[in-house]
């Protein structure tokens, strides 16, 4: 049977849940050889949230096409972690892991807000770091920011701080 908070993958239109993202991932494939891709991701803390799961899809389709398409990037697909804890580090969600093993330099990763992306800044940093090192960028939505620049890395870490206080709300 599958668990109730399997993640989510949208990749070309084609919606799945799957149970175990580790059996999934070595069958997993970048849609268009090795064009850079952008990958959407989101996170909804519970079950009751598939709508907030879909807004977050429309507006991480609705970036790529107006930033990153003109800029001959491939669509990768939505990735959505069901009833994960913001205090769950990035690396350790399963659509996270999945996103994780398809990136290549030079690709994006689109979330549509950033209290869905990160909860704490010790999450923030590792993550931006480990991003950084394999030369991926992190595209905000809700804020418009974009970790390409050292500004907006600036920045998103400042929201970061705000991220872990709504957390201690």
């Known amino acids: 049977a599958m ?3 399997a993640p989510q993958i949208v990749v070309n239109g084609k919606k799945a849940k799957v149970n175990k993202i ?4 070595p069958y997993l494939s970048r ?7 952008a990958w959407g991701y989101g996170r909804v803390s519970t079950l009751d949230q598939d709508v907030t799961g879909m807004a977050g899809r429309m507006i991480c389709e ?13 669509w990768g697909g939505f990735f959505c972690d069901g009833a994960a804890a913001g205090s ?16 290549q330099p030079g690709d994006a990763i689109i979330a549509h807000k950033s209290d869905r992306f990160y909860r704490s800044l010790l999450d ?18 809700d804020t418009g920011l974009d970790t390409s620049t050292d500004m907006g ?5 400042i929201t970061a701080v705000i991220a872990q206080g709504e957390k201690k709300r």
């Open 124 to 141: 923030y940093a590792k993550t931006i770091e480990a991003l950084s090192e394999i030369q991926v960028a992190l595209y905000m939505c």
């Open 62 to 74: 609705q970036h790529f096409k107006l930033r990153h398409e003109p800029q001959g990037y491939a």
């Open 3 to 5: 668990e109730e908070n």
């Open 88 to 103: 769950s580090p990035f690396e350790d969600r399963d659509a996270a892991k999945a996103i994780i093993s398809l990136m």
């Open 31 to 37: 849609p268009y050889g090795d064009v850079p891709h």
């Open 153 to 157: 890395e600036m920045i998103c870490g």
């Open 22 to 25: 580790e059996a999934v991932i």
